[in-house]
């Protein structure tokens, strides 16, 4: 069942989304060589809980942590730990989703750690424009298997592989609800989008081959060959004429150049 949004759940929404984005603007020019992922878990806790609202992933499901911390070869839902420590060349995505006034927000980044290889920050500016090329064809009309078929083709232009076993989803007073937003597929096919609707587009992108394993822990997931992986997420909302991104802090709107 897909839950169509009122106007007045949506502006409250809108506030749990935008602290999710301004916790990923808090962390951006903290996250240095040397600290680690719980260093940085920590910094995100204080600052969401400071703001009054709870870190969704804090016991959802049994998960440890109040973010998801996933370095390099990660690719989505790494716990973060004393043991892993950030360094210079490394990627590191954060993924923040906040619970405020009864709704969460989504969100996460791939965050550069000093000087990366060119062909790694080239899979990270891919990535983010796979999101954002699903988030712009969505529109009231539109299938959500467009936006897995754009993500999908544009990764596959690049050389790149879409993960197959995490997607989107549909958000709101649940953390998941329906309908799943798969990063691949074929255009003209799924649920049409209509507006009140919300969810999330967060493609993992890998450099090598797209196969994934789930480590002992239960939670993180790895690429089978090693290379390292990509995401971005945004939580966006479809409105009459078209869609927009609720994950992002309107006094600094999150607007990455890869080319500095
Ligand atoms: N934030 C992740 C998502 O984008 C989900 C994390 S679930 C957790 O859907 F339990 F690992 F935190
Ligand atoms: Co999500
Ligand atoms: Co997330």
């Known amino acids: 069942m897909i839950n169509i949004k009122s106007n007045r759940e949506i502006e409250i ?49 049994g998960f440890p942590k109040s973010v998801c911390t996933s370095l390099n070869d990660v690719i989505c839902h790494g716990i973060p730990s004393k043991k892993d420590k950030i360094k210079e060349g490394d990627i590191l995505n954060v993924d923040v989703t906040t619970y405020y006034k009864n709704f969460h927000g989504d969100t996460n980044r791939t965050y550069f750690v000093g000087h990366v290889d060119p062909e790694i920050k080239r899979l990270v500016k891919v990535t983010y424009e796979c999101m954002m090329a699903g988030i712009e064809l969505c529109k009231p009309g539109a299938r959500i298997g467009d936006i897995g078929a754009v993500i999908e083709e544009m990764a596959h232009d690049n050389g790149f592989s879409v993960v197959h076993e995490y997607c989107g989803h549909g958000i709101g007073r649940e953390f998941h609800e329906d309908p799943q937003i798969l990063h691949y597929g074929t255009r003209g096919t799924g649920v049409e989008m209509k507006p009140g609707m919300t969810f999330t587009i967060e493609p993992m992108i890998n450099l090598g081959k797209r196969h994934c394993k789930l480590l002992k822990d239960g939670w993180t997931v790895v690429t089978k060959d090693k290379k390292p992986s990509a995401q971005f997420e945004h939580t966006i909302l479809i409105t009459e004429s078209g869609f927009e991104i609720l994950t992002l802090d309107p006094a600094k709107p999150y607007q990455p150049n890869f080319d500095e």
Do not use: W
């Open 13 to 61: 929404m809108k506030e749990s989304c935008q602290l999710a984005a301004r916790t990923l603007n808090f962390i951006e020019d903290k996250i240095q060589a040397g600290m680690t992922t719980e260093d940085v878990n920590e910094i995100c806790h204080k600052f969401i809980t400071e703001n009054g609202a709870y870190p969704s992933p804090l016991n959802y499901n």
